[in-house]
Structures are given as structure tokens and as C-alpha cells.
């Protein structure tokens, strides 16, 4: 990497105008993206993708069960991901990550919330704990509602099942895509009918539906959790502009409900929302753009400006 102070130009020293050329392999030129399909990370990648193509990248982003997305990182098919939540992905992250197989590149959200929860009417009928659920084990027609097939939380969810944790050994998991579930809360939600299902925060349900998060599974969910970004071994090196800024890449639950919520209610495409967004909040973006350049070793605030 090279940092240039002062550029003569007609005879002219410019000072104060500093350049990071980055040196990156060729094959840095496309940046692949694991995507599990949720709205969340749609708008995580959504950010990541838009910063790339204005800096002279181009994307990829495949959507892929997570525990395929940790394989492609292990073999070096993904480049990154931005969806690491924790502590529902312990396994995954013991088994790739504390192994030195796949590299934390930065803790990209905090506080977040993941795990069961029903509409606030189940709630306030006194479903206030994981083992208040099989007591009203009829209403719920002995279902829980997760996401798609193969998904952490799933697992986590198949193991209360298996174990009889919280009389829970003769329900059933219901697994779908994220928006089959939601669907599915919706009927129920619409009827006032007992639906319990997998929640988390930063998430446009949570304006949605009137809900409430079940105590009593941190056994299995944790207490409160983040989300890192991950990248395959040796990539920020390999590549150190983009992982720079993947390094930098911070986000906040109300930045990512806002985004969700002009998809969700606002008419909106995701990459709209985004882009709307980082028009509306340019320091913001200066900050993540700190020490990045171009592909080309550019100005990376003035190339974003420019695609935005």
C-alpha cells in the first residue's frame, strides 16, 4: 500500500490530498457475499454491494442455507458474510471459526434479540416462558414455526423436540422459508389464533405484530446476541481494500428497520430502500469509506457520491 501527501499538478504542490493505493489480487475484482435469504441481511449485503459497485467492484451474492454459506467459507467459494448471528450459529462458528478455518473480520451489530415468540394476545394469556407453551399445548396445535431447512435455530428448536425440553417432546417444527412463516403468523395473528414462532430483532415484524419474545430457552438462544461478519482465511489480506471495509461496516437495529420497513410498508425494492438511505446519511457512509479507495486506488467518498 502506498500513500501519496502531495501531487504536483501545472507546476503547482498540492498538499493535504492523500491517496491509499491498495494492492489486491486479481481475483479480488468480484466479491462473493453469502446470503441465507433474510430480510436483514438483504439489507446488510444490500449496503456492502452498493459501496462495491461505486469503488469499482463487482458482486455476487448466492442464497444458501447457512450451513453451506460456512462451508463455502471454509473452502473459499464465499468471501463473506455479513449474517453471523450469535449465539444461535455457535456450532457453525466453533466448528469454522475458533478452528481457524474461517476468519472474524468484525462484530457488525449488537443487541439483538432471537428466539420464540407469539403474538402479545398469547402473551398476556400467560405464554410468558418456554414452559408455558405446552400448557396451552392445544391453541397451539402443538407447532412452532421456524425458518428454512437446516437453519441454526431450527436446529436448535429440533433439539428441544428431541430432548422433551419443556414437555415440548411430542410438538412438531414447522420449517418454511422466512416469509412462509411470517405468512403464516399473519393468518393467525388476523384471527387472534396462539401461533408461536422464531422472532428477532432488527426485523420489520417487529413493527408488524404486536409481540413478544418467550424467556426461558437462553439454554438455547442465548441472553441477548450480535451479528459478525466473517470472511474466508487470509481474504482481508488477499484483498485489503475490500476487507477494510468490510472491517468498517457497522450497523445499528434502527438503521436496518428503517431499510426493512420502506421494503416492507413503503413500497420500495431493497436496493431502493438502501440506496435512499445512504443518500440520506452521508457521514455515515464517509465513516465506512475510512481508509478505502477504488479498485483503482481512487477517491472512495467522491466514486459512492457519484453512483448514488
Known amino acids: 500500500m502506498k500513500t501519496i501527501n502531495a501531487v504536483l499538478a501545472g507546476g503547482v504542490l498540492l498538499t493535504g490530498l492523500t491517496f491509499n493505493v491498495q494492492a489486491e489480487d486479481a481475483s479480488c475484482a468480484t466479491v462473493k457475499l453469502g446470503d441465507p435469504g433474510w430480510s436483514d441481511i438483504a439489507v446488510t449485503n444490500g449496503v456492502a454491494r452498493i459501496l462495491l459497485d461505486g469503488l469499482g467492484y463487482r458482486t455476487e451474492t448466492p442464497t444458501l442455507a447457512v450451513p453451506i454459506i460456512f462451508a463455502g467459507l471454509h473452502k473459499g467459494q464465499i468471501d463473506a458474510f455479513l449474517g453471523n448471528w450469535m449465539p444461535a450459529q455457535q456450532s457453525n462458528y466453533d466448528k469454522f471459526v475458533s478452528a481457524g478455518s474461517v476468519d472474524k473480520v468484525a462484530q457488525n451489530l449488537s443487541g439483538t434479540e432471537y428466539t420464540l415468540a407469539v403474538p402479545r394476545y398469547a402473551f398476556d394469556a400467560g405464554v410468558k416462558t418456554f414452559a408455558d407453551l405446552d400448557r396451552f399445548a392445544d391453541k397451539f396445535d402443538k407447532k412452532l414455526y421456524g425458518i428454512a431447512s437446516g437453519s441454526p435455530a431450527n436446529e436448535s428448536i429440533r433439539q428441544m423436540i428431541a430432548k422433551d425440553e419443556f414437555g415440548l417432546g411430542d410438538w412438531k ?36 405484530y404486536d409481540m413478544a419474545y418467550l424467556k426461558g430457552g437462553e439454554k438455547y438462544f442465548g441472553e441477548s446476541g450480535s451479528v459478525n461478519t466473517l470472511a474466508r482465511k487470509g481474504y ?49 457512509v464517509q465513516g465506512w469509506l475510512q481508509g478505502v479507495t477504488t479498485r483503482e486506488g481512487g477517491d472512495a467518498v467522491a466514486a459512492v457520491q457519484a453512483k448514488l
Open 173 to 208: 417444527l414447522v420449517e418454511s422459508s422466512e416469509q412462509a412463516m411470517l405468512v403464516q403468523v399473519g393468518r393467525a395473528v388476523k384471527r387472534e389464533q396462539f401461533v408461536v414462532f422464531l422472532g428477532w430483532t432488527p426485523h420489520p415484524m417487529n413493527v408488524q
Open 236 to 284: 482481508a489480506a488477499q484483498c485489503p481494500n475490500v476487507g477494510k471495509l468490510l472491517t468498517n461496516l457497522q450497523f445499528t437495529q434502527e438503521m436496518e428497520n428503517s431499510i426493512m420497513d420502506q421494503v416492507l410498508n413503503g413500497n420500495a425494492n431493497n436496493d431502493a430502500a438502501v440506496k435512499a438511505w445512504l443518500k440520506a446519511n452521508p457521514a455515515v
